[in-house]
């Protein structure tokens, strides 16, 4: 019986080596077809995962034999088994229902966890994302990569800005000084947008469509909107617009570049506001001198 077991954990520890070893070979040989990066990662994530269901499949008949005895033992240790690996199965579990639902995939934005940022890798037990935002603004990575345990797609929600539709809608605030020309400052700020987010609109339009047809959701417009608003120190409008989901900095950028250089062109029509104080009048003062 201690030869028998030997031979079979030797030849196990050979069979595990060969199979190592082919996967390696094909790695190597296929990776010299497959250019594409996003391919590439997809392809040899397959191959890792067929050469670890053939090394299970290969222990199991090379240990059939002891299946019987094999599972006596795990019927009587499922009960600890499950409890001290909770996580892990759980995780485990979560790495299907990804792969399966098709929440999310390598190379989407997501926030996981209160992580944002892309998905570089999708582990067994683990998603591996390069994080943006925190103390960067805009979106930009910040250099941190976070680990998250799958099991968090049971207990967490998952934000994802790519599946079926890779827009935002953002805002930015134009204060205006009282007594300019409004309807000229409205309609100086929509030009302006659409020249910049046409391209984007008509692309969210055709994916809004598509969402419309897929849930049940409101038939939302994807062209820029200006409004506005009035407070105690200045007109504020208020332009909301449709860009791409990892775009948003630049389009910002662009979108009051453009706008400040029109104000300035306005000969007057429209002047910015400032938090500055302006003093119309002065209250009487009333001085009595006595001896």
């Known amino acids: 019986m201690s030869n028998t077991t030997i031979t079979k954990f030797l030849i196990a520890l050979l069979g595990i080596l060969i199979i190592t070893f082919i996967i390696t070979g094909l790695r190597k040989s296929v990776q010299r077809y497959v250019k594409d990066h996003s391919n590439w990662y997809k392809t040899r994530k397959t191959m890792n995962i067929f050469g670890y269901i053939l090394a299970v499949i290969f222990l199991g008949i090379l240990y059939s034999d002891m299946l019987g005895g094999i599972t006596v033992v795990l019927g009587v240790a499922s009960a600890g088994i499950a409890f001290s690996l909770r996580e892990v199965i759980a995780s485990i579990a ?10 999310f995939k390598t ?76 309807t000229y400052a409205r309609k100086l700020i929509y030009n302006m947008a659409m020249e910049k987010t046409e391209e984007y609109s008509l692309d969210a339009g055709e994916y809004w469509e598509r969402m ?4 049940v959701i409101e038939d ?42 029109e104000i300035e062109q306005s000969n007057g029509k429209v ?11 002065a209250p009487p003062v009333d001085v009595n001198v006595k001896r």
């Open 271 to 281: 002047e910015l506001a400032s938090a500055t104080y302006e003093i119309v009048s």
């Open 107 to 182: 190379g989407d934005r997501v926030q996981l966890g209160g992580v944002t940022g892309d998905v570089i890798d999708i582990g067994v037990l683990r998603t591996t994302v390069m994080e943006a935002g925190q103390w960067v603004n805009g979106d930009l990575y910040n250099g941190r990569i976070v680990k998250i345990a799958n099991s968090f797609v049971y207990t967490q929600p998952v934000y994802n800005y790519s599946t079926d539709f890779p827009f935002l809608w953002d805002e930015l605030t134009i204060p205006v000084r009282f007594g300019s020309d409004y």
């Open 212 to 215: 419309n047809r897929k849930f």
């Open 220 to 261: 939302a417009t994807t062209k820029p909107m200006v409004t506005l608003a009035v407070n105690d120190n200045w007109v504020q409008f208020t332009l909301r617009y449709v860009v791409e989901y990892k775009k948003r900095r630049i389009m910002k950028d662009a979108l009051f570049t453009g706008i400040l250089e």
């Open 94 to 103: 979560g790495w299907l229902t990804i792969l399966v639902g098709g929440m």
